[in-house]
């Protein structure tokens, strides 16, 4: 099956009341658990990797080893790229045939990422490409989580509605007091802020940090616009932890027998979020 918009099953998610699950994957491996889980529940899921796992593979092949995974499902999948750091990375997705980017210059000035963001649109946009921007900063919650910028810094509604009309971005990420990584406290999400910034702009909006989110906070964010929540560091700690059980028990030395249980490990936490965004049976 090859890969559909993003943009399609954001707002088809908008228009229904859930959320698409997008999971952070690696290699075959990974995405081959993620799409077994959202082909056994009937879910829309997007794949996603960015620059740290692009130390990995690059996106010409990640995205050769998406298509023969995914090709093997009939789920609607988008492959996106997360936190994209430049045009040129933008151009490169756009090359292996990406159906979503991200270009994260939530970090510089206003100006500047309003006119990148506007730059990416002019090159995806005839391709059928959707665009991610983000307005405001998704900090990290410590010092693990590779994505992100170091400190959050709210969204202002006022600016997210005004980069949304000037840039003409898709779907919009916002900071409304989540971060990447497992959360060592309870968030607190300024859920007005949330109500505010979707009552100005008209795309989906983008949770990311959804890793440790409580259900009832998710849920709310679900109803106040959020169509896109981002899963990658309670995948990495499955399969870290199971590793890690693993070496220490001195058992599954042989490289492919422990990641092959570690896989297995990911693969309930790929259903469940699945089902906490309420994608199942969406497909």
């Known amino acids: 099956m090859a890969f559909v918009p993003m943009g399609e099953l954001l707002n088809a998610a908008l228009a229904g009341g859930y959320a698409v699950p997008s999971f952070c994957v690696w290699n075959a491996e990974s995405m081959q658990t993620v799409m077994a889980a959202a082909a056994d529940l009937r879910s829309p899921v997007i794949l996603m990797g960015g620059p ?31 936190h ?5 990375q933008v151009r490169e997705c756009l ?18 990422n309003a006119d990148a963001l506007s730059r990416v649109v002019a090159l995806a946009r ?30 202002d509604p006022a600016e997210a509605e005004a ?29 007005q802020r949330l109500a505010d910034i979707r009552s100005r702009v008209g795309v ?11 259900d009832a906070d998710l849920a709310q964010a679900i109803r106040l616009g959020i169509a896109k929540v981002n899963i990658a560091s309670d995948l990495v700690q499955a399969v870290r932890q199971s590793l890690l ?25 790929v259903a469940r979020w699945i089902t906490r965004v309420g994608a199942a049976g969406k497909a």
Request: proline fraction near 6%.
């Open 95 to 112: 090359r292996a045939r990406y159906s979503g980017v991200m270009l994260d210059y939530s970090t510089k000035p206003f100006r500047e």
């Open 163 to 191: 980069f949304a009309r000037e840039t003409g971005v898709d779907a919009l990420a916002i900071s409304f007091g989540n971060a990447h990584g497992i959360y060592a406290k309870l968030p607190q999400f300024d859920f």
């Open 52 to 82: 740290c796992e692009f130390a990995l593979l690059r996106p010409a092949l990640m995205a050769a080893v998406a298509r023969t995974v995914v090709r093997r499902h009939r789920v609607p999948v988008a492959l996106h790229l997360d």
């Open 204 to 214: 989906p909006l983008v949770l990311h940090g959804g890793s440790g989110t409580p």
């Open 126 to 155: 005839p391709r059928g490409v959707t665009v991610e921007g983000e307005i405001g900063a998704v900090g990290r919650v410590d010092s693990v989580v590779g994505e992100g910028t170091k400190a959050s810094q709210l969204t």
């Open 245 to 269: 059980d693993q070496w220490g028990a001195k058992r599954n030395l042989w490289i492919p027998l422990a990641l092959g249980e570690a896989q297995a490990a990911m693969a309930p936490v």
């Open 84 to 88: 994209g750091d430049s045009i040129e």
